[in-house]
């Protein structure tokens, strides 16, 4: 089973996307990238707009979020979270994570880290 990979929308095509994925393939899936389920995937954009058409001619204000929760996180094992860069969740990713708790599966949450640099260890000396 794969590992859904919830994050912001804002990192999606960035490097700091490509990171992640690798951080989440190391520890969690034996370095195998194919088992990480990354929503920023064309498939996925097309499921999201065709679950948002139906709904908008349903009369509900939902988006395609339905399509996320009803196609693809039932076919993940687990979840890996990411936060904005400040630490906080964000809604979407906050009730993914949710998802799966709701059904006992494991979730890890990868912080992203903003701790010293270079130049709070060494001063600016040039290392």
Same mark, same amino acid.
């Given at each position: 089973?794969?590992?859904?990979?919830?994050? @912001? /929308?804002?990192?999606?095509?960035? @490097?700091?996307?490509?990171?992640?994925? !690798?951080?989440?393939?190391?520890?969690?899936?034996?370095?195998?990238?194919?088992?990480?389920?990354?929503?920023?995937?064309?498939?996925?954009?097309?499921?999201?707009?065709?679950?948002?058409?139906?709904?908008? !001619?349903?009369?509900?204000?939902?988006?395609?979020?339905?399509?996320?929760?009803? !196609?693809v996180? @039932?076919?993940?094992?687990?979840?890996?979270? /990411?936060?904005?860069?400040?630490?906080?969740?964000?809604?979407?990713v906050?009730? !993914?994570? *949710?998802?799966?708790?709701?059904?006992? *599966?494991?979730?890890?949450?990868?912080?992203?880290?903003?701790?010293?640099?270079?130049?709070?260890?060494?001063?600016?000396?040039?290392?």
């Amino acid at each position: 089973m794969k590992i859904y990979f919830a994050h @912001p /929308v804002n990192i999606y095509g960035q @490097p700091i996307e490509t990171a992640f994925e !690798e951080l989440i393939a190391q520890h969690l899936t034996s370095g195998d990238r194919n088992l990480i389920e990354n929503p920023n995937q064309p498939c996925h954009q097309e499921g999201y707009d065709k679950y948002a058409k139906r709904l908008k !001619e349903s009369g509900t204000s939902h988006k395609g979020m339905s399509y996320f929760y009803d !196609e693809v996180l @039932p076919n993940c094992s687990g979840c890996a979270g /990411v936060p904005f860069l400040d630490g906080r969740l964000g809604l979407g990713v906050a009730g !993914e994570m *949710k998802w799966f708790t709701e059904r006992d *599966k494991p979730v890890w949450i990868a912080y992203p880290y903003t701790g010293p640099i270079a130049e709070d260890l060494f001063g600016s000396v040039g290392y």
